[in-house]
Every structure is written in structure tokens, then in C-alpha cells.
């Protein structure tokens, strides 16, 4: 299987954090909108210096799916 190739990190927009507020050291992620529906997470403290996770729409919707199953608690 090939993996479609991954957008520069500079085609990520829109960042956001998914719950409420992050600080006091507590983990926290951003995610942001790719080129073709792609997604990335990044973490909120290290900004945009941050590494970037980027998944396609098809990986995001599993990943999404998993979530709301509880298949990460």
C-alpha cells in the first residue's frame, strides 16, 4: 500500500483546540485543516514549531470513529 504524499506543514490552517482550554501543563492538541480534507495534529504548547501528525480523510474518520467507540479510553 503507498501512502498518498503528506502536505507541508504550511498547508495546515485553521488550528484549533479541541477542548476548551489547555494550560497549567496539562496535554493539549491542535487540529488543523489540510489541502483535500487532510487533518494534522500538533501540540498546542510548542505552537508551530510543533510536529506535525497529518492524516487523510479516510485515516481521520477511523481515527474519529475510534474515539466516539471509546477504543481510546
Known sequence: MTHPSYPPSDDFTNWRTGFGECGND???VEVGDG???WKAIRD???????????????EW?????GAREGQFD
Open 26 to 28: 496539562a496535554p493539549c
Open 35 to 37: 489541502p483535500d480534507g
Open 44 to 58: 498546542t504548547k510548542q505552537g508551530a514549531d510543533s510536529p506535525v501528525l497529518a492524516f487523510t480523510p479516510q
Open 61 to 65: 474518520t477511523v481515527f474519529l470513529n
